[in-house]
């Protein structure tokens, strides 16, 4: 079907592996894992917040890959995702908040890829400013930075 995307296929990675997705997925390009470079990630779309965070001063451009889609692109069937860290931090995130909120895995903050010491490479960003219940501790500690793999239950 002409403009359709395909959720059964997934181009194999062809630069660094950025991000693992495991568990309940049904689409994968690695073994039972999807795995993306950063050029398959944009391929899907970049989305904007602007958005005022604990962790930076004033308001911030993220630019990322909305987390409701990248969810359905490998075809997750659970209802958490673990997040997990370079620094081995992890997070469960109920998988109900990536469409409910509008939650990115964000590549870039003010235009600038954001390097390992700055959070990235990649890091998960609620829209704080869009919904006072968003800007808590709950939602902070969802918001991992440095994520390197996501484990759907």
């Known amino acids: 079907m002409a403009g359709t995307v395909s959720a059964q296929t997934l181009a194999a990675p062809t630069d660094k592996v ?30 904007t917040i602007e958005t005022n965070t604990p962790w930076y001063s004033g308001p911030q451009k993220f630019e990322g890959i909305s987390l409701d889609k990248l969810m359905k692109s490998v075809g997750a069937k659970g209802d958490t995702v673990q997040a997990i860290a370079l620094n081995d931090y992890t997070t469960e995130i109920p998988l109900e908040d990536f469409a409910k909120y509008n939650v990115i895995l964000a590549l870039k903050r003010n235009a600038e890829y954001m390097p390992i010491r700055d959070k990235g490479p990649l890091f998960i960003v609620y829209p704080y400013d869009s919904n006072p219940e968003l800007r808590s501790q709950k939602f902070y500690s969802r918001s991992a930075w440095q994520v390197s793999k996501l484990i759907v239950r």
């Open 18 to 47: 950025i991000l693992t997705i495991s568990g309940k997925i049904s689409v994968t390009n690695s073994g039972d894992t999807a795995q993306f470079d950063r050029a398959a990630l944009e391929a899907m779309g970049l989305m």
